[in-house]
């Protein structure tokens, strides 16, 4: 008969190192963006949570181009993005309207988010906007329609 040999005494402080056994490592999201259709001069927030072994850190890019806090933009702690007031057109010429997804990394890996479009809500006629998602209902009377 063939004697088993002992696990090495050296797998164990590796296996400590490797594992944070309880929680994943692998980075996971639980909430990311979805497609919206903002209100012109209000404010929005798309938001992004991922799991996985801390530290995390996440990023924003709005039609492939990373973001950064600025005057109109702020990544939140939580690591939502959070627009300060949704403009169609500013008045440098960019927009607000566009394709936005969310990063995470962490020591292990990089995940990207699903991409959201995000584009301005035009005005029906009765200068009403009512959500089509299911699940909510929300209704925005707009004050600057077309006639």
Known sequence: MARRRPAPRCLLPLLL???????SSELTFTMEPSDVVAVEDHPLKLQ??????EPISKSWRKNGV???????????AN???YIWKFQKL?????????????????RLGLVVSRKAK???????TQKQFCSQRP???????CQHCPQ
Not at 90 to 106: I, K, L, P
Request: proline share 2%; glycine share 10%.
């Open 48 to 53: 992004c949570q991922v799991e996985g072994l």
């Open 17 to 23: 190192l490797i594992g944070d056994f309880g929680h």
């Open 66 to 76: 990373l973001l950064s806090d600025s005057q109109h933009v702020s990544l939140l």
């Open 135 to 141: 699940n909510t209902h929300w209704c925005v009377f």
């Open 90 to 106: 500013r008045d440098d010429g960019s927009s607000d309207e566009g394709e936005y997804d969310c990063t995470a990394q962490n």
């Open 118 to 124: 995000i584009q301005v809500a035009t005005c029906p």
């Open 79 to 81: 690591g939502s993005l």
